[in-house]
T-cell receptor, first 113, second 117 residues
């Protein structure tokens, strides 16, 4: 699976949009981009995933560049409860039942008042 | 949404004893479950992948005789840390893949914090 690069930490004011970048320059054509987050001392929580089109759900939006070498997770109105470590993961879509998620170091997002 | 539970949520044991951690998929059947370990201020590290009814596949560097994994049913996988030592103290997290859903979906449990004295 392709490797991802994320900034180690970011701050965001409550109520503002949080934009978390991720570089995955070696991504291949059949690899998806996944985002998970982990609030302190809890298991990871799925946020969103996409292949090449931008995606939006009730939690966030995922913007993938046309060349697919980078993406941005957008939390439109960050709250204090969004403080967590956010992981960008690239995973092969064709690994079937053996598919697994490999976590990098992630971005620690701190939402402040 | 799909729910994965773990039991216990935390455990303290003496060095040399064995500890069993359960991972259950509550509202779906999981053909594949994954076990991760997370040390303080570090990321999750995959330990092993288990498929229902077959032997687990361990990641490089993970001792299969120390970390026994059993996936006897479609809703339950167990991780047994045998002869635990203080260096095994960690946060253990399981995840499960929904058999009926998209193979891309993987749901995580809340984790079990193991402290070995």
């Amino acid at each position: 699976d392709a490797k991802t690069t994320q900034p180690p930490s970011m701050d965001c004011a409550e109520g503002r949009a949080a934009n978390l970048p991720c570089n995955h320059s070696t991504i291949s054509g059949n690899e998806y981009v996944y985002w998970y987050r982990q609030i302190h001392s809890q298991g990871p929580q799925y946020i969103i995933h996409g292949l090449k089109n931008n995606e939006t759900n009730e939690m966030a939006s995922l913007i993938i560049t046309e060349d697919r070498k980078s993406s941005t997770l957008i939390l439109p109105h960050a709250t204090l409860r969004d403080t967590a470590v956010y992981y960008c993961i690239v995973r092969d879509a064709n690994t079937g039942t053996a598919s697994k998620l490999t976590f990098g170091t992630g971005t620690r997002l701190q939402v402040t008042l | 949404g799909a729910v994965v539970s773990q039991h216990p949520s935390w455990v303290i044991c003496k060095s040399g004893t064995s500890v069993k951690i359960e991972c259950r998929s509550l509202d779906f059947q999981a053909t594949t479950m994954f076990w991760y370990r997370q040390f303080p201020k570090q990321s999750l590290m995959l330990m092993a992948t288990s498929n229902e009814g077959s032997k687990a596949t361990y990641e490089q560097g993970v001792e299969k005789d120390k970390f026994l994994i059993n996936h006897a049913s479609l809703t339950l996988s167990t991780l047994t840390v045998t002869s635990a030592h203080p260096e095994d103290s960690s946060f253990y997290i399981c995840s499960a893949r929904d058999r009926a859903g998209s193979y891309n979906e993987q749901f995580f449990g809340p984790g079990t914090r193991l402290t070995v004295l």
